[in-house]
């Protein structure tokens, strides 16, 4: 498999609604997996989403050890998840900074739900049902948001956070 290509910010693919998967373990599905890993990997990314290379299906992966884009962050367990579906438990947005494949040298301050749960399918079509809160729960908003068309500057409150790394 291979590193692919990410779509930037402004290309219409980007601001489309992916489709759901309706078959699990099939030779496209691990073939397209495979191929995020490849490319989230080759620039260090936290998380990518099935439309950043192009494919629109909702198929998000996420997780690090430790990540050199957010070296405060702890660890996210590597997933794989897919159809997924989120449930925000609280009330209480906090504003944490986030950047994107597709928004490349850029970052921004986003408010996100502190505490939810998702639930979704693995590759072979098994359930997965979680709870989560703070980083980790920023992150899997931000890739399911690809999957609705939804870029993170488009939620950005106060521009002022929002500039070039450099
Ligand atoms: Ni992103």
Redesign the pocket.
Known sequence: MSVKPVLKMGHPTLLSRSEEVSQFDTAELHALIQDMKDTMTHLNGA???AP?IGVLKRVVIFGFEANVRYPSESAVPFTILINPTIECLNETMEEGIEG????PGLSGSVPRHTKIRYRGYDPLGDAIDRTVTDFHARVVQ??CD?LDGV??PARIKDFSTFGFIE
């Open positions: 998380g990518i989403a950043q994107c494949l597709s928004v931000h890739e690809h870029l993170y």
